[in-house]
C-alpha cells in the first residue's frame, strides 16, 4: 500500500556467495619479492629505468612471506594467489638452483600450514635473462626452455599446489612487450607479437600436459586480461567491427589458440572497460575513445571505473562452459574509500553473474599488499595493504577489513551495499511515507 511506513522500502538481503567459494588475493614474484637479479626486468629496470622505478627490495617479500601469510589469514583470506620466479630457479640455461627450489617448497608449505587453496602461477612476465639473451618469447625453442622448467619444478612444489596458472596475461605480455614495445624487450611489430602468443600458446599446452602427467589430480588453467567493449555510435558499422576484432584478438585469442581441452578453469583479470569511438582524425579504425574526452571516474592508473564490465565479461566467457576464477581484479588509489567501494561494486557484480548461471568459483584481489607496478614504479598503490617502502611496514587498510568482512559472511550484507546507495522501490520515490 503506498505510504505504508511498515512496508520494506529497501531491499535489506545479503548477497550470499556459493559454498565453498575461493576468497584471496593475488600477488607476483618479481613484484613483491625484491632483487630479483637473475631476470630480464631487472636488467631492463638497470639500463633503461631511473632509480624510482627499479624494483630494488620491493616489498622484501623473498624474506616476509611468513608475515604477509598471517595477514592474508588474519583477514580471513581462504586462498592465495602467487608465482615463483623462474629466474632464480634457473639462473643458467639448464642449471636449476636447489637453495630457491627449497625456498618456494619453505614459502607454499607456509601456505599449506595456515590452510590456504593454493594456485601458483608458473610465469609472470619476468624470464631468466639467459633466455631473453636467446630471443625470449619470440624464440621457439622457448616451448622446450619452458617445458623443461615446468617438467623440474611441478614435481617437487605439487603437493602444495591446488591450482596451477601456467602463463599470466600471455595476451598483455605479446602486447606491451613486442606490439607496443614498451616493456622488455621493446619490440614493436605485430607479427612478432603473433609470433609470441603462439608460442606462449604452445607452452601452455605443453606445461598442461605435462603438469596433469605429474599430478594427475591437478587442475591447470591460464590468467587472460579479459576487458569489457563497447562503442558509442551505434550505427558506426566502423566502430562495431573494431569491437568485434578487439574482442577476437585481446580477449579471445589465447583461449582459441590452445582450446577447451587445456584448460580445466578460466583465469580471468578484469581492469579495463573500452569504449570506441571513430573521430575525423583516424581514417580506418577508430581508436579508444579517450577517457579525458569521456570524463569517466578513472583509478589513479586512468582506468575507468565501470563494475558492469566484469558481468559483462563473466556473461561472454561462460560460453566456454569451465568454471571461472577471477584471477585478478583491483584499483589502483591512494584513497581506500574508493576501493571499499570498488571491492563491493565489483562483487555485486560477480553475484549477479553467479545468479545468472555463471559458475564462478572464486575471486583473488589484486593484490594483497602495495608493489612494483612495473614500468610504473611503485607509486600506483593496489594493496590492500599498505606498504611503508622506507620500513617495510604493513598496515592494514580499511579496505582489507570490508574485504575480511564480506569473507566472514561468505556475501556482502546489506549494511555494506549501503556504500553504493539502496536501491529505492518507485512506490517510494512517488509516495512518500506517511505516519500516523
Ligand atoms: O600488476 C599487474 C599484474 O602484474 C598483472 N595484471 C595487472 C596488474 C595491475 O596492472
Known sequence: ?????QKVKHDHTTLFFPEGFLWGAATSAHQVEGNNVNSDWWDFEQKNQPPEKRSGLACD?????????ELAKNLNHNAHRLSIEWARIEPKEGEFDQPAIDHYVQVLKALKDKGFTVMLTLHHFTNPKWLADKGGWKNGKVV?????????IVPELQEYVDLWITINEPNVYAYNCYFLGVWPPQKKSKWLALKVLWNMAKAHKKAYNWIHKLTPTSRVGAACNVASLGFYHKHSIIEALTVWATDSFGNHLFYKLTGNKYHDFLGLNYYFNQNFSYDKKHTVFPPVADISISKKDVSDMGWEI???GIFDVLMDFADYKLPIYITENGIATTNDDRRCRFLIAYLKEIYHAIEAGVEVKGYFHWSLID???WANGFEPRFGLVEI???????????SS?????IIKTNGIYHHLLRFLGHTVQAEEVLYPKVTG
Open 388 to 398: 611503508d617502502y622506507q620500513t617495510q611496514k604493513r598496515t592494514l587498510r580499511p
Open 61 to 69: 617479500q623473498y624474506n616476509r612471506y611468513a608475515e604477509d601469510f
Open 306 to 308: 565501470y563494475p558492469e
Open 401 to 405: 577489513k570490508v574485504y575480511a568482512e
Open 371 to 373: 608493489n612494483f607496478e
Open 144 to 152: 622446450f626452455y619452458f617445458e623443461r622448467f615446468v617438467k623440474k
Open 1 to 5: 500500500m503506498p505510504g505504508n511506513p
